[in-house]
């Protein structure tokens, strides 16, 4: 079993920055890759960032590229998802998840965080 537990979301302006962060147990952390994913209101669930074990390999959604940064401390087996320049479109409520391997397919992830909310004003 694997616990996941996010935090750090919130209420920000647009042009804001917000860290989040997911604490993982259970499961041996530093040999899982961890991913952020998001669904926005409305929406169905969709790929934001993963990493690594390592924390050598990231990939990012191309609606984030640039204003997003996923990293990963397996000493505190925290994974953490910077998010800056926020815009309203990124309103939605945030998941971390952990994967056997790098991937950007939801169902590649087999446990699942509770999730926090982002809202984005404009």
């Known amino acids: 079993q694997v616990q996941l537990v996010e935090s750090g979301g919130g209420l920000v302006q647009a042009g804001g920055s917000l860290r989040l962060s997911c604490a993982a147990s259970?499961?041996?952390?530093?040999?899982?890759?961890m991913g952020w994913f998001r669904q926005p209101p409305g929406k169905e669930r969709e790929f934001v960032a993963s990493?690594?074990?390592?924390?050598?390999?990231?990939y990012y959604a191309d609606s984030v590229k640039g204003r997003f940064t996923i990293s990963r401390d397996n000493a505190k087996n925290t994974v953490y998802l910077r998010m800056n320049s926020l815009k309203p479109e990124d309103t939605a409520v945030y998941y971390c998840?952990?994967?056997?391997?790098?991937?950007?397919?939801?169902?590649?992830?087999?446990?699942w965080g509770q999730g926090t909310q982002v809202t984005v004003s404009s």
């Open positions: 998840a952990v994967a056997p391997y790098d991937s950007w397919s939801i169902y590649d992830y087999d446990y």
């Open positions: 259970g499961r041996t952390f530093s040999t899982s890759a």
């Open positions: 990493i690594s074990w390592s924390g050598a390999n990231t």
